[in-house]
């Protein structure tokens, strides 16, 4: 999916695609996205470029940080960039980026790729910490096992020591009292 620079006309271009992203893989690597990414907004033109104003829309699968266990979640961001042509080569001098410049897309040859622009939007919109539900009890640090599907036996069985006070504490039982 590309659309070149010099073919938008001064009124501006909407678009509304989809399409697949099968390279985007999850650290384990599997596949993250669950069917077609969708791209949907205006370019036109603005100041210092194109301006390109979109909404994406996808379901990705993403493995709880509590339980480990994957789950499907849509994800839905407002995308917007400036569309320039190729960037300037900096050479071995490091260039400092200033918060605007983290508006620009750099479209190579003059043509911008949706399915790039997507990808990078979809991995700066990825959860840090993605739980399955609220209500997710995560893993026994004891045995492993998954809370939301059994109760082990374990519970309090490895309490640390140097914690009991503080257990005492927030139990209201405090020999100061």
Do not use: W
Request: with cysteine; proline share 7%.
């Amino acid at each position: 999916m590309f659309l070149r620079l010099e073919d938008v006309p001064d009124s501006g271009r909407a678009f509304d695609i989809r399409f697949p992203l099968p390279d985007l893989l999850a650290d384990d690597g599997h596949q993250l996205l669950v069917g077609d990414v969708r791209l949907s907004g205006r370019v036109a033109p603005g100041h210092g470029g194109l301006e390109l104003r979109a909404r994406l829309s996808a379901q990705t699968r993403l493995p709880c940080s509590r339980c480990l266990e994957p789950f499907e979640t849509g994800l839905d961001a407002a995308v917007e960039l400036t569309l320039v042509g190729d960037a300037v080569e900096f050479g071995e001098v490091e260039a400092e980026m200033s918060p605007e410049d983290a508006d620009v897309f750099y479209a190579e040859e003059g043509r911008v790729d949706f399915a790039r622009i997507a990808n990078e939007q979809i991995l700066l919109e990825l959860p840090l910490k993605p739980i399955c539900d609220r209500s997710c009890l995560g893993l026994c640090p004891s045995c492993g096992a998954n809370r939301n599907r059994i109760e082990c036996d374990c519970r309090g069985a490895d309490l640390d020591p140097r914690l009991v006070p503080l257990l005492q504490f927030k139990k209201g039982k405090t020999d100061d009292s």
